[in-house]
């Protein structure tokens, strides 16, 4: 079984390695509305358009910036 590893940009490997790291890269760019929870958190997807890697960023209600996780399993055709 061959397992598909995501090739991506060092930007984004950038963002990958560091969890804290709350500030998208220069070609990270927003994709569509943020998504409002319940809660009053939003989560705001952002593409990669080096690697077309899809990131989605946490904010908490107050504010407050959760940094960036990848959605390894939504990739655009
Ligand atoms: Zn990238």
Redesign the pocket.
Known sequence: MTEQTPV??????TIATSPGNTVP?Q??QVEGEPTVNADGSFDTNYR??????LWVSHTDKWGCPGGFQLLPNIKSP
């Not at 991506?8 to 490997?13: E, F, P, Q, S």
């Not at 990669?48 to 890697?53: M, Y």
């Open positions: 991506i940009c060092d930007a984004c490997a890269h070609h990270l990669c358009v080096e690697c077309n890697t």
